[in-house]
């Protein structure tokens, strides 16, 4: 997904309520004992990078949500490191 006119404060808690009603949803598929998990990263543009730039710092983010236990949202930082966002 993206934002414009959004900071990454903005977007991680954009982030942050998706995941957090994602795994609220329910249906007849979906037997009542299994819980649904959504996991986001999020990285923002900054000048001199491109798209493609950002995108993969945000693929990258996103895996290193999954690898920290999935059901998380990751924001990297401004010097590039990915960590976990504590809503």
Sequence with gaps: MLM???????ARLLAEAMRTEFCRLTSDNIAAAWTLTSS?????LTQGEDF???Y????E?????KRGGRDRVWVTMDDGEAVEAIA
């Design 4 to 10: 414009w006119n959004a900071d990454l404060s903005g």
């Design 40 to 44: 986001f990263g999020v990285g923002q």
């Design 52 to 54: 493609d730039t950002l």
């Design 56 to 59: 993969a710092q945000a693929d």
């Design 61 to 65: 983010t996103l895996y290193g949500a």
